[in-house]
């Protein structure tokens, strides 16, 4: 007996301690007096309602932690919450009616050379930017819905925004209506993975400077542009899907200036372009699935040493279309449904050459206005005669062992 109570009281001592460690708030409560008369790694339980939250400041590692996603109401003001610090966990918020500044870049959550942070469950509606991190590391963006609903693009910030961050990980998040639905500057080694981010203003993903970052599994769906790749190497785009961005300067895929990069097993579908490339070499392009697009892809004579190979090219207006004569870029083992060659010897590759860019594409790109004449007949005999006998089209863009059958990539 003497034994065990020692034992007890140690542990209705550890309980008493752990219990002085949660704060308890309800509706009406200041929560800047709760965070600041909190210690170090104490969590902040936030019961059902609406709290007035504005520019609330968080400089000590703290969980901030909702039941039933109360609603954090900006009123306006500005940024709601304020986070310079490592090891903050924010769960289960709803975040409305931030400020709306450029020059503030009002924010729900506004992170400042924080790391080690996880920001998982959150609502965001209505917000200018919905998350914004700098100069920040060893991140956790998670499961998070951030939604806004302005009507011009000058109106609304993007919904998750990196800026000189790293090592981070941004998951499972739904973006909508933002100006940008991901934006990355100065971003390294970084996963992005099955984010689903559509319907925003201009790109769904949006990154430049940004280095050995990889996307994996997302879905960007209808949004204004696209996404765009500026000025990076040694990215990975993996099993992402582009679907549906339509318009005069939308793609699936812009890549400006990029190098030593893997596109593999993505899917462009229904888009004006799948991928449009300038300034890009040595990327890698394997198993993508081209279906239903304007144009598949569009490569500039200023691209070189890139790999195009076991991909399928089906349904598309066109399946590629260059600007120059010079082509300094590989086919590969494609499938093309628009390839009329035979396969004597049954080795499932043609037994004829392919050449992908046909004249109209040529003349498309310099006369954009003769789109007009697509389908006519014309149009047809001048493709057959120079596919007979090349004199516009560049000579070196072939494939010289095209598939007779589409790959199966289960997608």
């Known amino acids: 007996m003497n034994r065990i109570f020692p034992f007890i009281l140690t542990l209705c001592l550890y309980a008493i301690h752990a219990e002085a460690g949660k704060i308890i708030l309800k509706p009406g409560q200041s929560i ?7 210690a170090a790694g104490d969590t902040l339980i936030f019961s059902p309602g609406t709290y007035q939250a504005s520019a609330v400041k968080i400089r000590k590692p703290l969980s901030l932690i909702g039941n039933n996603h109360p609603v954090m109401d900006g009123e306006n003001k500005g940024n709601i919450f304020l986070v310079a610090s490592e090891n903050v966990l924010i769960r289960g918020l709803k975040f409305i009616r931030t400020g709306k500044s450029n020059m503030d870049d009002s924010a729900a959550i506004k992170f400042f050379d924080s790391k080690n942070c996880v920001i998982e469950n959150n609502i965001l509606v209505d917000t200018f930017f919905g998350l914004h991190f700098s100069n920040s590391s060893n991140l956790t963006i998670r499961n998070n819905k951030v939604n806004a609903s302005a009507s011009r693009e000058f109106e609304v910030g993007n919904g998750i925004h990196l800026w000189k961050c790293k090592d981070s ?5 739904e973006v909508s209506g933002h100006r940008d ?8 080694n970084t996963l992005a993975k099955e984010n689903f981010i559509q319907g925003n203003m201009r790109y769904g993903l949006h990154f430049m400077f940004a280095h050995n970052n990889t996307y994996l599994k997302n879905t960007f769906k209808r949004n204004g542009a696209g996404v765009a790749v500026m000025y990076t190497k040694n990215v990975t785009m993996q099993e992402n899907r582009f679907e549906e961005n339509w318009g005069s300067s939308a793609y699936g895929i812009l890549l400006k200036d990029i190098s030593d ?3 593999i097993g993505n899917v462009f579908l229904k888009n004006t372009v799948g991928i449009y490339m300038e300034g890009s070499s040595r990327i890698d392009f394997k198993e993508n699935t081209f279906k239903e697009n304007g144009w598949a892809l569009k490569l500039m004579a200023s691209c070189d040493q890139n790999l195009f190979q076991a991909n399928n090219f089906t349904r598309n207006t066109f399946d590629i279309s260059t600007n120059g004569n010079l082509v300094l870029n590989q086919l590969n083992e494609n499938y093309w449904d628009k390839y009329e060659g035979y396969d004597l010897n049954r080795d499932r590759i043609g037994d004829v050459p392919f050449r992908p860019i046909n004249l109209y594409s040529v003349i498309v790109e310099k006369i954009p206005a003769s789109v007009m004449l697509w389908r006519s007949f014309l149009v047809t005999l001048l493709d057959r005669m120079e596919k007979i006998l090349p004199t516009m089209t560049p000579d070196e863009m072939i494939d010289h062992s095209p598939k007779m059958r589409p790959y199966d990539f289960g997608t």
């Not at 800047?32 to 008369?37: H, K, N, S, T």
């Not at 990980?169 to 998040?173: A, F, G, H, S």
């Not at 639905?181 to 390294?188: A, N, P, R, S």
Request: glycine share 4%; no cysteine; aromatic share 8%.
């Open 169 to 173: 990980l941004i998951e499972k998040n």
């Open 181 to 188: 639905g991901i934006y990355l500057e100065f971003v390294t």
């Open 32 to 38: 800047q007096a709760a965070v600041d008369r909190s």
């Open 261 to 263: 990069s893997k596109v």
